[in-house]
């Protein structure tokens, strides 16, 4: 299997690899460069659980291969907390009791955080249309749609 | 997974790497990849293109071409193709619209594929290196097909003659009960002049519903106007079965969704 330079940084670190070809970028950060944060729950695009930023747009890690990465800029949850403070969304989560088993959990704030970084101030149908990806089997989505709505409402305190 | 990615700057030398057996397009992966990752050995190498005209959305007047590795994403947030916002929403959740593409969805098999419904009620044309062929056509024959799908082409409909339906049982994002698209012109009299309509699910991919075009010709948007038209809005169709409705189902439910998208 032919080896591919890969390069891309993640949550601000610049990152360069040799992956086989038609590696997944889930695969990809997991295996290879140790950032467990996305989950691999389905594999088929259906659980939203692999969830990362790539440029700004939200994307499913375990349908993109890491290859067509070169030159972005990823983030995932394990770079949202600042010098070991929780970044708004983790603490509502927290707070909020949005998280159970957390396997979703780490998907749920990427998708949340995508929304508020375009709309700060969201109303409850953005947010469910913006988790609408992403599946829960243990809090049953109410807890994780206030969560979200608390952090906004808490960015928007903060702005203001 | 035994994928290989295979990168070129231009269609013309993409084309020519598609020749060699156990390749494919990777358009947004959505459904290649995920199909690599479920254990289809069938491809082993994937090809990609990354000639700008692939991404670019151009709108003349009421002419527009839309690149086949422009997203559900891009053509939802386009300012001047919001008529067909609603039908771009209409794939997936989110993550999905920033990767499903316009060319990937015209390959995709039901329940998927409503975008392509869009644009089958648009009678876009559909073009490769090769030329331009009708939708209809090349739906027909999609699985022959071995060259990259470069674009698709069509008019914007006037004003408000637009008209997209998706029926799922999960909302907002679930798949398709069925999905329709309705291009409609109408007299001044109100009576429909000019009738397109197109299906999603009711086949193995998107249809149009030519008698049910045919029997609005001259009729009204009312309930006694589109009775006819209603009567036999499953002529022809072969619905898929899936876990989200029987082919039996879907086709006792379109007439009651035709009805509502027609008098919307
Ligand atoms: C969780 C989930 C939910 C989904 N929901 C929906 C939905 O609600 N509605 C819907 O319509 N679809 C849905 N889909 C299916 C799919 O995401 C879309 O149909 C999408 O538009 C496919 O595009 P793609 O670019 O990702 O295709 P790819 O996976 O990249 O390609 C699909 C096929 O088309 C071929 N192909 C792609 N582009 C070209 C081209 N330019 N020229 C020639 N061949 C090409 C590929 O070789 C491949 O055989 C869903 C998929 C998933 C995983
Ligand atoms: S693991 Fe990617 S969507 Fe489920
Ligand atoms: S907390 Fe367990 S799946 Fe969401």
Redesign the interface.
């Known amino acids: ?2 080896k ?1 330079p890969v390069q891309f940084t993640l949550n601000g670190a610049e990152k360069a690899e040799f992956i086989d ?4 970028l889930l695969h990809a950060l997991r295996d290879k460069i140790g950032d467990t944060s996305p989950k691999g729950g389905c ?3 259906t659980c ?1 659980a692999c ?1 990362v930023i790539i440029d700004g ?4 890690s ?4 890491a ?2 990465c070169n030159g972005a800029a990823i983030t995932t949850t394990s770079g949202l907390s600042q010098g070991g403070v929780l970044h708004p969304l983790q603490r509502a989560f927290l707070d909020a009791f949005a998280t159970q088993c957390g396997f979703c959990t780490p998907g749920m704030i990427i ?1 949340a955080k ?1 929304l508020l970084d375009h709309t700060p101030d969201p109303s409850r149908d953005e947010v ?3 988790l ?3 599946i829960c089997r243990c809090t049953g989505y109410e807890p994780i749609i206030q969560a979200v709505l608390t952090a906004a409402r808490s960015n928007s305190q903060n702005a203001a | 997974m035994a994928l290989a990615l295979q990168n070129f700057s231009t269609v013309k030398d993409a084309n020519a790497a598609l020749k060699a057996a156990g390749t494919r397009y990777l358009g947004g992966g959505t459904l290649v990849v995920r199909a690599a990752n479920e254990g289809d050995v069938s491809v082993s190498s994937l090809i990609r293109s990354t000639e700008p005209a692939l991404s670019a959305i151009t709108v003349s007047g009421s002419e527009v071409r839309i690149g086949a590795s422009v997203t559900m994403a891009a053509i939802a947030r386009h300012p001047d193709l919001t008529s067909l916002s609603h039908a771009a929403r209409a794939v997936g959740g989110p993550a999905i619209r920033n990767m499903a593409t316009v060319g990937g969805n015209l390959f995709a098999p039901a329940p998927y594929g409503d975008f392509t419904v869009a644009l089958l009620a648009l009678e876009a044309v559909v073009g490769t290196d090769d030329g331009e062929v009708p939708i209809e056509a090349f739906l027909a024959k999609r699985e022959s097909n071995h060259a990259i799908v470069t674009s698709v082409d069509f008019s914007l409909p006037v004003d408000g003659g637009f008209r997209f339906l998706k029926v799922s049982r999960v909302k907002p994002k679930g798949v398709s009960v069925l999905s329709i698209a309705a291009v409609l012109e109408q007299a001044p009299d109100g009576t429909v002049s000019s009738a397109h309509i197109a299906l999603g699910c009711m086949a193995d991919r998107p249809m149009r519903a030519k008698a049910a075009e045919k029997a609005l010709l001259g009729r009204k948007l009312t309930s006694d106007g589109i009775a006819p038209a209603l009567a036999v809005a499953s002529d022809g169709t072969s619905p898929i079965t899936d876990p989200i409705a029987s082919a039996w189902y879907r086709n006792e439910v379109l007439p009651v969704h035709l009805g509502r998208l027609l008098l919307a």
């Open positions: 299997m032919a591919v070809s038609g590696t997944t594999h088929q695009g939203g969830s747009e939200l994307r499913l375990c349908l993109t291969l290859e067509t998708a995508v469910v249309e913006a609408s990806g992403n």
